[in-house]
């Protein structure tokens, strides 16, 4: 069964591979779902979940930008 799985998998990766980008991504996004659902069972299939992203975060890039300005000596 397990050589079987594995030949599965090598079938698939020319294939995978000739994907372009957004399928690629889209092929991601359906795999962490999945394997989401298998370890919690707390997720909704096809229901989209927020994920926090740096991007627009002025605050925090602030606060970074403050951070790496400082002496060493006060950061430790």
């Not at 403050?66 to 430790?76: I, V």
């Amino acid at each position: 069964m397990e050589s079987s799985k594995q030949q599965n998998i090598a079938s698939l990766l020319p294939i995978l591979k000739g994907l372009p980008a957004q399928q690629k991504l889209l092929l991601i996004q359906f795999l962490a779902a999945e394997l989401a659902q298998q370890e919690s069972g707390s997720l909704i299939p096809n229901l989209r979940y927020p994920i926090w992203s740096p991007y627009n975060s002025y605050e925090a890039a602030e606060t970074l930008l403050r951070m790496l300005k400082e002496p060493e000596s006060q950061s430790s």
